[in-house]
């Protein structure tokens, strides 16, 4: 598509961060396996995972979750102009003030928004993910900071924390499987048992 192709360049032009195109690839590998029917984005930016979500998967329906108003805004007028406005609901606001208002279940959820704030999204998002469904998070490695003392910032301490808990928990949770993927910045796949 075009217009993906258009937002790959802006993101790069305006430093908007946008999934890696290696991520991209595994997510939508993983996604036309799941075909899932209701998929959950937390952190839309410019609309380009999303609409990336909708072209490869004609029958989902997305929510896409963005609380900065300049991406809001033009996540908006990427979505129309994809056509796609019927399938892609853009909600404007703080993903955890917005969570506990959704209803229903998604069997996909995209995680790419705040890394610090991931162990309280998880909660957040449990009663809306569906017993066989798979949470995607991205960026674990927080650039690359949970694993390499040359990358690490001493200012980033709480998030590489609790990026650290988050990878525990996962792994620990009673319900749920997780694997964490060294895609991109770090890919963690945790599936809700049946
Ligand atoms: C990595 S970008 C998302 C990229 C997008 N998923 C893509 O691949 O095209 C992260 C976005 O999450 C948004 N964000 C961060 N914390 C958020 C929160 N608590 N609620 C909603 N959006 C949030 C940021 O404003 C930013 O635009």
Redesign the pocket.
């Known amino acids: 598509m075009e217009l993906l192709q258009e937002?790959q360049i802006f993101?790069k032009e305006y430093d908007?961060?946008?999934?890696e195109e290696e991520v991209?690839d595994c997510l939508a590998m993983f996604l036309r396996i799941q075909q899932p029917k209701r998929l959950l984005?937390?952190?839309?930016?410019?609309?380009?995972?999303?609409i990336?979500f909708a072209t490869l998967l004609p029958e989902v329906e997305i929510i896409t979750?963005?609380?900065?108003d300049a991406?809001a805004f033009k996540a908006k007028e990427n979505i129309k102009k994809a056509g796609l406005t019927e399938r892609i609901t853009l909600l404007h606001?703080?993903?955890?003030e917005?969570l506990p208002t959704l209803d229903g279940f998604f069997d996909a959820i995209?995680m790419?928004?705040?890394k610090g704030?991931y162990n309280a999204f998880f909660t957040l998002l449990e009663p809306l993910w569906k017993p066989g469904g798979v949470l995607y998070a991205?960026?674990v490695y927080f650039h690359g900071m949970l694993h390499d003392k040359e990358k690490y910032h001493k200012r980033k301490v709480t998030i590489v924390k609790r990026l650290r808990q988050y990878l525990q928990m996962i792994q620990e949770t009673e319900g749920y499987e997780s694997i964490v993927l060294p895609v991109g910045d770090g890919l963690a796949v945790t599936r809700k048992e049946d």
């Open positions: 937002l993101a908007v961060p946008i999934v991209r984005e937390l952190g839309t930016a410019i609309g380009y995972s999303a990336f979750i963005e609380r900065d991406m606001g703080d993903a955890k917005l995209f790419d928004a705040a704030q991205d960026d």
